[in-house]
């Protein structure tokens, strides 16, 4: 197999925008071309200053300023990037299904098989289709039919390269993988792609499987990492039954080096894009094979996470004399985790809907997350009319504006600089008692204990 001189990427979200930007760092001589139909995203990721790429990662500006106009280049030529690639990655979003057969489990695949009916109809030479999306296992079978039956003589071969990184820390976990996963039939395919990593991974970590446990494996790793977070958030109520303490509990167990440590940090609830899709789409995977005991099993990492966001607003009600109606409640933190100014499935969304469903006044002040996307979200849940949301919840860019007048400061995503803000002077502008509720144990108790506050946090 020649080696792949032009790559190019369908679909330039939080995926493939920050992928293709490192691979084009680390092979400056292989074109890369990413696309998309969304035209905002991509005059976003063609913007001159780098503040204004659509995707915020730390790191990620300095690597598209590197790249770009270099061999990195977005467009929204979908046709003439298929017909000029040696090499396709396919890394559209998979939703969640909302509708049909599935609804509200299975992954949506409207968008991957639009991409493979597009190649079919554009390519008029041999391509490699590489799935980078996060797809059922087996979806190659059905990529693999449509490009198989053009009958125009073109071959394609078909890899599943799925994406690890985290968002918060992409760029350090593209240029330091743990592992690139590879899997396919073709051994000339998957070396051609392995090249490409080669640039920058150690060849021992660059892991080549069949094509279906290859698919597999990314949402079955994204079910463990979901399963030890959603394992610590239940043993975090035990904790504030029993007088055990939570971070301890995890210190203690994360020694034992067959636990190990990451991973257990106790939170408000996981949220992202991707691990209540893939679980649920794993367990809709089992159940279509009748392994129910499998399925069951799964469903309880989503169930126990739902269980925790519930539980940290009803704390906050509770705490509260039973009754939020009318108070002011401040949020610090829109985002799922911090360093993204991403808030799919955020806890803040559904801990919000729930202080507001009891009339509730919510301020929310997040660093990186537009005041338009938080009415979004709430308005995606359609609970109640966006004018209501408009009334109960005021967005603002100072968090001291936010905590002033609140009676209580409720911490969503652990940014770094909540930390560091001047809590005594806080504690001098909001109501008394002084309530501050940590869904991330990031801020200090004792500090704030002195200062006069009530502090609650996860799992004490
Ligand atoms: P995203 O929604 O940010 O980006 C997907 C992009 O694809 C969108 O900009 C959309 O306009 C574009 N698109 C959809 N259909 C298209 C078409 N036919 N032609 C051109 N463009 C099209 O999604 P994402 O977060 O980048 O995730 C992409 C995939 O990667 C998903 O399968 C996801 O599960 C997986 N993944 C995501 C992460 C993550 O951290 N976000 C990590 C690993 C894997
Ligand atoms: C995850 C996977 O980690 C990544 O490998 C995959 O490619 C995409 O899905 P991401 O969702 O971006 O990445 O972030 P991650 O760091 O995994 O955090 C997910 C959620 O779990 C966040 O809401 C985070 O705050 C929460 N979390 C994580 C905890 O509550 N406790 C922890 O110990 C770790």
Same mark, same amino acid.
């Given at each position: 197999? +020649? *080696? /792949?001189?032009?790559? %190019?990427?369908? #679909?330039?979200?939080?995926?493939?925008?920050p992928?293709?930007?490192?691979? @084009?760092q680390?092979?400056?001589?292989?074109?890369?071309?990413?696309?998309?139909?969304n035209t905002?995203?991509?005059a976003?990721?063609?913007?001159?200053?780098?503040?204004n790429l659509?995707v915020y990662?730390?790191g990620?500006?300095?690597?598209?300023?590197?790249?770009r106009?270099?061999?990195?280049?977005?467009?929204?030529?979908?046709?003439?990037?298929?017909?000029?690639?040696d090499?396709?990655?396919?890394?559209v979003?998979?939703?969640t299904?909302t509708?049909?057969?599935?609804?509200?489990?299975?992954?949506?695949?409207k968008?991957?098989?639009?991409?493979?009916?597009?190649?079919?109809?554009?390519?008029?030479?041999?391509?490699i289709?590489v799935?980078k999306?996060?797809?059922?296992?087996r979806t190659?079978?059905?990529? +693999? *039919? /449509?490009?198989?039956n %053009?009958?125009? #003589?073109?071959?394609f071969?078909?890899?599943?390269?799925?994406?690890?990184? @985290?968002?918060g820390t992409?760029?350090t976990?593209?240029?330091?993988p743990?592992?690139v996963?590879?899997?396919?039939?073709?051994?000339?395919?998957?070396?051609?792609?392995?090249q490409?990593?080669?640039?920058?991974?150690?060849?021992?970590?660059?892991?080549?499987t069949?094509?279906?446990?290859?698919e597999?494996s990314?949402?079955?790793?994204?079910?463990f990492l979901?399963?030890?977070?959603?394992?610590?958030n239940?043993?975090s109520e035990?904790c504030?039954?029993t007088?055990?303490?939570?971070d301890e509990?995890?210190?203690?167990?994360?020694?034992?080096?067959?636990i190990g440590?990451?991973?257990?940090?106790?939170?408000v609830?996981?949220?992202g894009?991707?691990?209540?899709?893939?679980?649920?789409?794993l367990?809709?995977i089992?159940?279509s094979?009748n392994? %129910?005991?499998?399925?069951?099993?799964?469903e309880?990492?989503?169930?126990?996470?739902?269980?925790?966001?519930?539980?940290f607003?009803e704390n906050?009600?509770k705490t509260?004399?039973?009754?939020?109606?009318?108070?002011n409640?401040?949020f610090?933190?829109?985002?799922?985790?911090k360093?993204?100014?991403d808030?799919?499935?955020?806890?803040?969304i559904?801990?919000?809907?729930?202080l507001?469903?009891?009339?509730?006044?919510?301020?929310?002040?997040?660093?990186?997350?537009?005041?338009?996307?938080?009415?979004k979200?709430?308005d995606?849940?359609g609970?109640?009319?966006?004018?209501?949301?408009?009334?109960?919840?005021?967005?603002?860019n100072?968090?001291?504006?936010?905590l002033s007048?609140?009676?209580?400061?409720?911490?969503?995503?652990?940014?770094?600089?909540?930390?560091?803000?001047?809590?005594?002077?806080?504690k001098?502008?909001?109501?008394?008692?002084?309530?501050?509720f940590?869904?991330?144990?990031?801020?200090?108790?004792?500090e704030?204990e002195?200062l006069?506050f009530?502090?609650?946090?996860?799992?004490?």
């Amino acid at each position: 197999m +020649k *080696s /792949i001189k032009k790559i %190019t990427c369908i #679909g330039a979200g939080y995926v493939g925008g920050p992928t293709m930007s490192v691979i @084009a760092q680390k092979n400056p001589n292989v074109e890369v071309t990413v696309v998309d139909v969304n035209t905002a995203r991509i005059a976003g990721w063609n913007d001159e200053n780098l503040d204004n790429l659509p995707v915020y990662e730390p790191g990620l500006d300095g690597v598209v300023g590197e790249a770009r106009g270099r061999n990195l280049f977005f467009s929204t030529d979908v046709d003439k990037a298929i017909d000029e690639a040696d090499m396709i990655f396919i890394s559209v979003n998979t939703p969640t299904k909302t509708y049909g057969k599935g609804k509200g489990q299975a992954a949506d695949l409207k968008y991957i098989e639009l991409c493979a009916r597009q190649i079919a109809a554009v390519a008029k030479s041999d391509k490699i289709v590489v799935e980078k999306s996060t797809l059922p296992v087996r979806t190659a079978e059905a990529l +693999k *039919s /449509i490009l198989d039956n %053009t009958g125009n #003589g073109v071959n394609f071969h078909i890899l599943s390269n799925p994406e690890f990184l @985290a968002e918060g820390t992409a760029v350090t976990d593209l240029h330091n993988p743990d592992r690139v996963l590879i899997g396919g039939e073709n051994a000339e395919a998957i070396e051609a792609l392995v090249q490409v990593y080669e640039a920058w991974v150690p060849r021992e970590r660059i892991l080549t499987t069949n094509l279906w446990s290859s698919e597999l494996s990314k949402l079955v790793a994204n079910a463990f990492l979901a399963q030890r977070v959603s394992s610590i958030n239940a043993i975090s109520e035990l904790c504030e039954v029993t007088g055990a303490n939570v971070d301890e509990v995890s210190r203690a167990i994360g020694h034992d080096s067959r636990i190990g440590a990451k991973f257990l940090k106790a939170s408000v609830g996981f949220g992202g894009s991707c691990f209540q899709k893939d679980i649920l789409n794993l367990v809709y995977i089992a159940r279509s094979y009748n392994l %129910t005991a499998v399925a069951d099993y799964w469903e309880q990492v989503i169930i126990l996470n739902d269980h925790q966001k519930v539980r940290f607003a009803e704390n906050i009600i509770k705490t509260l004399y039973n009754t939020v109606n009318g108070k002011n409640i401040a949020f610090l933190g829109w985002a799922f985790k911090k360093d993204t100014n991403d808030t799919r499935e955020s806890a803040a969304i559904y801990v919000a809907d729930h202080l507001l469903d009891e009339e509730a006044n919510v301020i929310v002040y997040d660093p990186k997350v537009p005041a338009e996307q938080i009415y979004k979200d709430l308005d995606y849940l359609g609970t109640r009319s966006p004018e209501e949301n408009r009334r109960l919840v005021r967005v603002v860019n100072d968090p001291y504006e936010a905590l002033s007048g609140a009676h209580a400061a409720a911490v969503l995503t652990e940014w770094d600089e909540f930390k560091d803000y001047d809590w005594a002077k806080i504690k001098e502008t909001m109501k008394r008692p002084s309530f501050v509720f940590d869904g991330r144990k990031l801020l200090g108790r004792t500090e704030l204990e002195e200062l006069g506050f009530i502090y609650y946090a996860i799992g004490e």
